[in-house]
């Protein structure tokens, strides 16, 4: 049985193409934006933005909407949604602490006003694909966290009476009842986040930010990296290939790529997620599976797995595997990994064995900006002229827009909501100087993968960072 799945897994990824799917220009309906001028000369705004994904592309807009007059001009190191906000699986989430079980045990006084604040930034995000005619399939389908072990379960009662508590709409489903919404021989019950997540197309959410930029009055600038920071007497100095950016107020949003922002290098450890996309599947094939709703799902175990229904019916499959190299190395022949390619085609077909002969079309990886405490982290730098926001570890695509929100308050000097959050005025514990950093993250990946063979019991070095409130995820 385990030859057939691996035959059939092989075969299955035969001729895709090492491609990331959302921004491929040859599948229909992908209108590619042609790219921004690259930067040349000096150039002057009253803000600046760096970064060209979501983060960026939410303070320039939000920026312009909160001030029409300010002069806000963007500058992007390739093109927009060309890292990792292009590359994800699309799962727009109303938490912004990487889940509710994990903001509750670092802020537990204040979660309740965390998942307020986050369920407000998801409407926000609905009501402005609406307002401004953005057309990246967003659908607000929830999240399934299903149990494909025993232990995985074991908590799912507690986190919804909790989460149920706080305004949500958590349910929990039994094995039966999980198989009934999606045909999978391994579902042994579930976690149903009703209202909790919406599903998007993730590079056209990008696109259509970016044209929404444009429309309201941002100048972008694209293939323009910033170089270096220079102080002036009037604000900051941005130095790029061709020339300069001069602003009083810099908004500081490249994820995992930090650039000459030093400090960012200590609190990050890139690592890259990998994915799948299936062929779009037949009518018959769809009756086979169920999954009327929609849902995005993820597996409960320690090494997951996300996967979701495209709008053409296809099925994006990443996760599991996480890849950290020496050094923070982050290199594009990174982007491909064979080996992990057919490790997750195999647990697809273990997932859904009545899709068997479905073939992948695509293959792709990315770089995540991870920190120690999973969920964005938000500072300023050069005296308050600069304020950054970055650590989003996988969760980014809602998040990001509260994150911008944050960076605009800081720079505008604002004392609001979000700004008086414990959540934001902390920062994660840094990571260790190599070889340390590398060597723990080995660690900590291999006690995590021994964890799932273990029914969910952690060893003492898991133990020990659980206690530290560190962890390393994706």
Not at 174 to 202: F, K
Not at 349 to 371: K, M
Not at 415 to 442: A, C, H
Request: aromatic share 10%.
């Amino acid at each position: 049985m385990a030859d057939a799945v691996t035959a059939g897994a092989s075969r299955a990824l035969e001729g895709a193409l090492p491609r990331v799917f959302w921004l491929d220009p040859d599948v229909p309906g992908h209108d590619v934006p042609e790219p921004a001028p690259t930067l040349v000369g000096d150039v002057f705004a009253d803000l600046a933005v760096v970064g060209g994904g979501f983060s960026g592309l939410w303070t320039a807009l939000i920026a312009k909407e909160r001030d029409p007059d300010r002069e806000v001009v963007l500058v992007e190191a390739r093109t927009a949604g060309w890292a990792a906000s292009g590359r994800n699986g699309g799962f727009c989430a109303a938490s912004l602490t990487h889940g509710y079980d994990n903001g509750a045990e670092r802020w537990p006084e204040e979660i309740a006003e965390l998942e307020r604040q986050g369920r407000a930034n998801l409407d926000a995000i609905g009501e402005t694909v609406e307002r401004y005619g953005i057309d990246c399939e967003f659908e607000r389908t929830g999240e399934l966290l299903v149990a494909t072990a025993p232990w995985q379960a074991d908590g799912f009662d507690a986190s919804a009476k909790a989460m149920n508590a706080l305004g949500g709409t958590a349910e929990v489903w039994d094995g039966e009842r999980t198989r009934a919404e999606i045909a999978s021989p391994t579902y042994l019950g579930a976690l149903y986040e009703r209202d909790g997540v919406a599903m998007v197309h993730p590079a056209k959410l990008t696109w259509g930010l970016r044209a929404a930029c444009l429309r309201s009055g941002v100048r972008i600038f694209e293939n323009t990296p910033v170089r270096a920071i220079g102080s002036t007497p009037t604000g900051l100095r941005l130095e790029t290939r061709g020339g300069a950016l001069h602003a009083p107020k810099v908004a500081w949003g490249t994820g995992a790529f930090p650039g000459p922002l030093r400090r960012l290098k200590h609190y990050l450890a890139p690592v890259y997620d990998y994915a799948l996309m299936t062929e779009p599947l037949s009518e018959e094939r769809m009756a086979s599976l169920g999954w009327e709703g929609r849902q995005g799902v993820g597996d409960a175990a320690n090494l997951f797995h996300y996967y979701r229904l495209t709008a053409d019916n296809r099925i994006l499959w990443g996760g599991y595997d996480v890849v950290h190299h020496y050094g923070g190395k982050v290199r594009p022949e990174y982007d491909q990994r064979p080996e992990t390619f057919q490790r997750l085609a195999e647990h697809f077909f273990t997932t859904f064995p009545q899709l068997e002969g479905v073939r992948f079309t695509h293959t792709w990886g990315g770089v995540i900006d991870t920190c120690s405490r999973f969920s964005g982290f938000f500072g300023t730098g050069y005296g308050g002229r600069l304020a950054y926001a970055a650590g989003y570890t996988g969760l980014g695509v809602g998040a990001t827009r509260f994150g911008a929100q944050v960076m605009l308050d800081r720079l505008d000097g604002l004392d609001t909501e979000r700004t008086r959050l414990r959540m934001v005025r902390e920062k994660p514990l840094p990571f260790p100087p190599e070889p340390v950093r590398s060597l723990g993250i080995e660690l900590t990946l291999r006690a995590t993968a021994a964890a799932d063979r273990n029914g969910g019991r952690r060893n003492l070095w898991l133990r020990s960072l659980d206690a530290m409130g560190l962890g390393f995820d994706s």
